[in-house]
């Protein structure tokens, strides 16, 4: 997303968590992704999440046994979060 400016939970050539997922090895996938952008902080990105009903569901949600986070800053120095959720 940083290096593109593109922020989505879809890719640019229409990819999704689900096909990533499973390009990636996991069979029978189910999971969620949090996205944001422009918080400066790893704190105030999860305070973020934390006050969105949606993202906050994706934290709290028992099941899932593996997490991925990624961060990157983009041009201008914009900031990229991607909190990813998964259990097969």
Known sequence: ??????FSHVGPGGSTLAGRAR??????????ENIASGQPTAASVVHAWLDS?????????????????GF???????????????YE
Do not use: K, Q, S
């Open 1 to 6: 997303m940083a290096a593109r400016g593109w």
């Open 23 to 32: 390009r990636a090895g996991y069979r029978g996938f189910a999971g969620g």
């Open 53 to 69: 009903p949606g993202h906050c569901l994706n934290i709290m949600r028992r099941g899932y046994d593996e997490v991925g986070v």
């Open 72 to 86: 990157a800053r983009g041009a201008g120095g914009v900031t990229y979060w991607v909190l990813d959720f998964g």
